[in-house]
Nanobody, 116 residues
């Protein structure tokens, strides 16, 4: 499985961005698609996840502001980010978790910078 993330950039606080993650290869092996982020000096954290059945969950810090969605059996997954805050500044990574465990594949990351 290969993942290509895009959509990051510089935005002012209160603004919006949409991240995309396109999967290729053995996408049938993907159970869930996830967005993580890693801010400078901090650990990588799970932001949002979506299953093949469309069930999603979110970190408390982004609930009500971020929306994860997917199409084509998780071939493409989006993270719509609204009301962005400087605290959302991070490199965002998509992660495809495979069936049957915790293993998966990481995308290359896309940087989001929110200015105050």
């Amino acid at each position: 499985v290969q993942l290509q993330a895009s959509g990051g950039g510089l935005v002012q606080a209160g603004g919006s961005l949409r991240l995309s993650c396109v999967a290729s290869g053995s996408i049938f092996s993907i159970q869930t698609m996830n967005w993580y982020r890693q801010a400078p000096g901090k650990q990588r954290e799970l932001v949002a996840a979506i299953t093949r059945g469309g069930i999603s969950n979110y970190a408390d810090s982004v609930k009500g502001r971020f929306t994860i969605s997917g199409n084509n059996a998780l071939k493409t997954v989006y993270l719509q980010m609204e009301s962005l805050e400087p605290e959302d500044t991070a490199v965002y990574y998509c992660f495809a978790k495979l069936w049957g465990g915790t293993a998966g594949y990481w995308g290359q990351g896309t940087k989001v910078t929110v200015s105050s």
